[in-house]
């Protein structure tokens, strides 16, 4: 499956690179796919390109999805194991 996730641009460097903010974690990514990504901008991050730039309350909206998400794994995970005993 692959999954594209927003992120915040902090810090724009050389050679069309820029370094990201994800759900607290920071990666430098390649904008060579979204030339007019700016500082600040949300973009959508896929194997370390930015492929879209996306507007800041659908990209919230969306890390909020995953954040249930995992929210919902961690619940799954603690039922199954209350089982298994």
Do not use: W
């Amino acid at each position: 499956m692959c999954l594209a996730i927003p992120a915040r641009i902090t810090e724009l460097k050389e050679n069309n690179m820029a370094e990201v903010s994800i759900m607290g974690t920071t990666r430098d990514i390649s904008i060579d796919l979204t030339p007019q990504a700016g500082l600040g901008d949300y973009v959508l991050v896929h194997a370390g390109f930015s492929i879209e730039v996306v507007g800041e309350a659908y990209a919230k909206e969306t890390l909020a999805l995953i954040d249930e998400m995992s929210e919902l794994v961690d619940d799954f995970e603690a039922s199954s194991q209350a089982a298994v005993r």
